[in-house]
């Protein structure tokens, strides 16, 4: 009578597939079994001897890790089956795969994946994720990136947790490692007016427009496409946040302790606000006396001057004190004038003879400045490749 079969042992039909699949790979590779075997050891000792283990005990190791994960899956299928769920059947390839969540602590590899694919250019694009800026990207350009020999480099350096890219290991299953850590996961564009009461605003037809923010919301379904997009969750390490917090406290500390300070350096800070309150009032006299000038030219010399006509307009610091002086804009005769020389050109050339305006006093025309308020604005558009 045959003995029972030990748990985590394989039976005599999965040994025969798995002989089968390791003598299809090899011939695939143009070698033996028995090569295709001591390569495979070769890689195995490597492997454990990273991991600062005997080769029998990292073969067990991968063992007890196989029984593992094989009665975590029978363990799921009973749950399903109970429940009258339908066991999902595995996607084909180039179809996206699903990857299930199990929240905890993060995979010391998956951290490394994700350092290093923070330093590479990804392309990635602000997004609002619950109200928070994000920064996102397309699967497809990390799934370069893990393929590209820098990567490979970059996995084999000495003590490198980078898992490195293999014929067991492609690309997509070391993407995995993100969403299984929880430090990328997969978003999609939503509506930002969803469950508001009142229709989104129609879109702009404008040509310049500037791609703008997407309102993102995590996907439950974390499948892996090259299409799709995901959002990083892992800031990094926040040691520049942490600095400039204590250099806010510091800040603090030293305003707090001005009656502490030496004699002299109190004396300094005095005259540098006695100083910064001289300009802010040499401003605001500026304004009252530019205000005063233009009260009086409007009525003795219409339509009145302005001294530094762009003091309060949206421009640099320089460009607010040029021109020196200049004289207020006439809008309504400005359009008179735009709608007469329109009437001109359409009743024929006899009719669009240039229109000669009454001479203006000196320094008019360049004082005149056509204020205009022109800003991007900001619209949705499809992201491109």
């Known amino acids: 009578m045959a003995s029972a079969q030990q748990p985590g042992q394989p039976s005599p039909q999965q ?6 699949a390791m003598a299809a790979e090899a011939k ?6 028995q ?64 990857v299930p969540i199990n929240p905890g602590a993060p995979d010391p590899k998956a951290i490394a994946l994700a350092k290093w694919l923070r330093s590479q ?74 469950g508001h009461n009142h229709d989104p605003p129609p879109k702009s037809k ?9 309102t993102v919301r995590i996907e439950q379904q974390q499948d892996i496409a ?31 302790m001005f009656p502490l300070w030496p004699v002299k350096l109190r004396i300094g800070v005095w005259y540098l606000s006695m100083g910064m309150l001289g300009l802010i009032g040499l401003f605001f006299a500026m304004a009252i006396v530019r205000l005063i000038l233009f009260c009086i030219t409007v009525f003795a010399v219409p339509p009145g001057l302005w001294l530094y006509p762009n003091l309060f307009e949206d421009v640099g610091f320089f ?18 004038k735009s709608s007469k020389a329109g009437k001109a050109t359409k009743d024929g050339p006899e009719a669009s003879a240039p229109i000669t305006a009454p001479p203006a006093a000196s320094g008019e025309s360049s004082g005149v400045r056509e204020r205009r308020h022109l800003g991007p604005r900001v619209e949705e558009v499809e992201d491109d490749d």
């Not at 404008?206 to 997407?214: A, H, I």
């Not at 040691?239 to 204590?246: D, E, G």
Request: glycine letters at 4%.
């Open 226 to 256: 090259e299409d799709l997009h995901y959002v990083w969750l892992w800031e990094g390490p926040q040691w520049r946040m942490k600095l400039y917090a204590v250099g806010a406290l510091a800040l603090i500390m030293t305003v707090i």
């Open 121 to 194: 250019d990804l392309k990635t694009r602000t997004c609002i994720l619950n109200g928070q800026r994000k920064d996102m990207f397309r699967v497809k350009r990390a799934l370069r990136a893990i393929s590209s020999p820098a990567y490979t480099a970059a996995s084999t350096k000495k003590n490198s947790l980078l898992p490195p890219l293999t014929d067991t290991m492609p690309a997509p299953e070391i993407f995995k490692l993100l969403p299984l850590s929880l430090l990328a996961l997969r978003v999609s564009k939503s509506d930002p007016h969803e």
């Open 206 to 214: 404008s040509k310049n427009r500037v791609k703008g923010l997407w």
């Open 35 to 98: 090569q295709f075997q001591a390569a495979q050891r070769a890689q195995l000792e490597a492997d454990a001897k990273k991991a600062g283990l005997s080769f029998e005990q990292y073969i067990n190791q991968l063992k007890q890790q196989a029984f593992e994960n094989h009665q975590r899956q029978q363990q799921l299928a009973q749950q399903q089956a109970a429940a009258g769920q339908q066991q999902p059947p595995a996607s084909p390839q180039g179809q996206p795969q699903q």
């Open 28 to 33: 695939k590779r143009g070698m033996t079994p």
């Open 15 to 20: 040994v025969t597939a798995m002989q089968a």
């Open 319 to 336: 460009d607010s004190f040029r021109p020196v002086w200049g004289w207020q804009e006439e809008k309504k005769k400005k359009k008179s």
